[in-house]
């Protein structure tokens, strides 16, 4: 579990950032497809942009799975809830909150989709083992707890995510739900989103197969905080 008085020790991000609401959830919106592309890539998806894009004006796109045109439209969807949730001010941190975007997230993907995993699962490429499906309940009340410990709104949505991952709540679709929860927690805060890139998922792969191994919650923040910045620098910066 993470430690808020250490995470509290980093140096802020959110002191580079106004605060703009209307701002960063337009922005969002306006990034959708490019969210979407680049969370599936990174979960392996063999589609291209154009074909993403494709994909969600309503054509059909030949060539490829079906599991991966299910892939994209549930990230379609899934995002699409979380900025109604965002509009009519019912994005919560809570489980229902959190299962209700993990079933948009992994449906017909998953063993099951909106409820918390029943069983014990593995992470490949690590010897970590996630904690066991009995006790998910109370650390995920025990983390929603610490998280409203930690003072920058930025690092508080990144330790969610890095949480969620960990912590592996679902059966499938961990990452793409804590970064769907990371950036609800963003825009509520008038904060840009952070959008992970897929040039970037060799990168991205190392860091969290390293931070699975070791639980550094420090080590890796520190490295998230950093990605955050150099992707969003061109957004709501404070003057000087």
Known sequence: MFNPEKINKLEPVYNYYKQDAAYAFSMAKK???DF???????EGNAMTYPEVQTLLEGVTVGGHKLSDEQQVLNQSRSI????????????????????????????????????FR??????GGTQYLPPQANILDEIFKDGVKKLQSIKDPILKAL??????????FFFDGNKRTSRLIMNGLLLIEGLPMLNIKARDKLEFNKEMIAFYDSGDY???????????????????????
């Not at 979407?36 to 990174?42: D, R, V």
């Not at 029943?118 to 992470?123: F, G, K, L, P, S």
């Not at 420090?218 to 709501?236: A, C, D, G, P, V």
């Open 159 to 168: 330790t969610y995510f890095l949480f969620g991952a960990r912590t592996q």
């Open 118 to 123: 029943t069983a014990n699962v593995n992470i």
């Open 80 to 115: 699409e809830l979380l900025f109604k949730m965002i509009e009519e001010s019912t994005f919560i941190l809570n489980k229902e909150c959190v299962c209700s975007l993990h079933k948009e997230v992994a449906r017909e993907e998953a063993l099951s989709w909106g409820v």
């Open 218 to 240: 420090i080590k890796t923040l520190t490295y998230f905080s950093n990605y955050y910045h150099q992707e969003n620098k061109h957004m709501s910066l404070k003057d000087g």
């Open 31 to 33: 990034d959708k497809i």
């Open 36 to 42: 979407i592309y680049n969370t599936s890539a990174l």
